[in-house]
Nanobody, 115 residues
Framework: QVQLVESGGGLVQPGGSLRLSCAAS????????MGWYRQAPGKQRELVAV???????NYADSVKGRFTISRDNAKNTVHLQMNSLKPEDTAVYHC?????????WGQGTQVTVSS
């Protein structure tokens, strides 16, 4: 099993920045992709960004050029740097990991973009 713990959410003004972190523990050797999803009130959960064990990344069109996903293999941590935040980025952000035949989710961290 894999355990995921997110941190770094909060309240920020439009145009501001936040950095989310997701620390993985447990059977981390089996993880071949990690990513961030978000879910706004009344909306379906959507993919924000993903990074594979080989370092390949993919982003939702809505965050391209503003968000950057990265991983620190030494600390088993994935980061999501979010710049130029917009009110529509407000959501609960969940960390996700993919292993052969299964996947795991973190508990989520709230990001609120408001003046």
């Amino acid at each position: 099993q894999v355990q995921l713990v997110e941190s770094g959410g909060g309240l920020v003004q439009p145009g501001g920045s936040l950095r989310l972190s997701c620390a993985a523990s447990g059977s981390i050797f089996s993880i071949y992709a990690m990513g961030w999803y978000r879910q706004a009130p009344g909306k379906q959960r959507e993919l924000v960004a993903v990074i594979t064990s080989g370092g390949n990344t993919n982003y939702a069109d809505s965050v391209k050029g503003r968000f950057t996903i990265s991983r620190d293999n030494a600390k088993n941590t994935v980061h999501l740097q979010m710049n130029s935040l917009k009110p529509e980025d407000t959501a609960v952000y969940h960390c996700h990991s993919l292993v052969p035949g299964d996947d795991y989710w973190g508990q989520g961290t709230q990001v609120t973009v408001s003046s």
